[in-house]
């Protein structure tokens, strides 16, 4: 892929998009990620750094410091208004109102992050009517590998068709500060989380398979042009299958032959 070229067109993208809303502006949750950077670098170019909200949010026990450190460079880099909110508190008045709150779920309590992360950044563009930037890389979309409502809930999914491998090498020609491109992604949902890890393969690996894929290649021919492991690709193929729902918006019960 031309990296140029396609920078061009999400740039073209965001502007063609807001314009089309109505709105000037974009709200960005700035984790400290590489995904998030891009985004911000990207919307920037497209509305201009006067018309882009970058906003960090913390938690107390899961955020490292490189992460708040790296989302405030992102913001002192491209000079937008950036500001903290520290969800904590929020996270521990939402587990304490509901009765089931002192069960430890770490799954649960994962994507109730990523859902408390989403509605701040909707209560921003809504006081300043502007839209929520997703961050969702293509590689993250096919797998499913994100926060139903979460992460998942945008307005507009900029580097939706770029693979985490065409991300990073999107963020190396706009200059993205280096320890952001380099470092382990994490959703940081819970203790010594990384994508990697989680998902058994290598962004390299699972990237090169799902292009296959998507060329008309059977997963086993993938497989073994790729010397993967039988484990890794039914663990992806299973990944994708249990999903697919995440990429369309909830079925309706049609009543059409009653009208
Ligand atoms: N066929 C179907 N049709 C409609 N809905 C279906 C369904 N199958 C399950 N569901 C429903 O989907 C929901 C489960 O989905 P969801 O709540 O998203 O939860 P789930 O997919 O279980 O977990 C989210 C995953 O994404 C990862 N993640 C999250 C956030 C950020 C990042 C990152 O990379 O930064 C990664 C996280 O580590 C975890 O592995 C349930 O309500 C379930 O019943
Ligand atoms: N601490 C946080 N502060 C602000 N936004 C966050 C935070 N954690 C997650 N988010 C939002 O959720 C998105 C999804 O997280 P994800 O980890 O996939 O992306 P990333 O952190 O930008 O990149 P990486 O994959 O390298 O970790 C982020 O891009 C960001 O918009
Ligand atoms: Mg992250």
Same mark, same amino acid.
């Given at each position: ?7 061009? *067109? ?7 998009? /807001?314009? &089309? %809303?109505?709105? !000037?502006?974009? @709200?960005? +949750?700035?984790?400290?990620? *590489? ?7 990207? /919307?920037? &170019? %497209?509305?201009? !750094?006067?018309? @882009?909200? +970058? ?15 790296? %989302? ?188």
């Amino acid at each position: 892929m031309d990296i140029s070229k396609a920078k061009d *067109i999400i740039v073209e993208f965001i502007k063609e998009k /807001t314009t &089309e %809303a109505g709105v !000037k502006g974009a @709200v960005v +949750g700035l984790s400290g990620g *590489i995904d998030s950077a891009l985004t911000a670098y990207l /919307t920037v &170019e %497209a509305l201009g !750094k006067e018309n @882009v909200l +970058g906003i960090h949010m913390p938690e107390l026990t899961l955020t490292p410091a490189e992460d708040v450190l790296d %989302a405030t460079e992102v913001a002192e880099r491209l000079d937008i208004e950036f500001k903290t909110v520290d969800i904590s508190e929020i996270l521990a008045g939402y587990l304490n109102s509901i009765p089931e709150g002192a069960e430890s779920n770490s799954q649960a309590n994962g994507n109730l992050k990523a859902r408390i992360r989403m509605s701040v950044l909707y209560y921003y563009a809504n006081i300043m009517s502007r839209m929520v930037m997703g961050t969702g890389n293509k590689t993250e979309i096919l797998l499913g590998y994100f926060t139903k409502y979460g992460d998942g809930g945008v307005d507009l999914e900029p580097i939706g068709d770029l693979y985490k491998t065409e991300v990073r090498e999107m963020s190396k020609i706009m200059e993205v500060p280096e320890e952001i491109i380099t470092k382990a992604p994490s959703a940081r949902l819970w203790a010594d989380q990384t994508d990697e890890d989680e998902l058994g393969i290598t962004y390299e690996l699972v990237d090169r398979f799902l292009a296959l894929l998507l060329e008309g290649e059977t997963p086993q021919v993938a497989q073994n042009t790729l010397g993967m492991s039988v484990t890794q690709r039914d663990s992806v193929l299973k990944r994708i299958n249990a999903n697919l729902h995440k990429q369309k918006s909830a079925p309706i019960a049609e009543l059409k032959s009653l009208r």
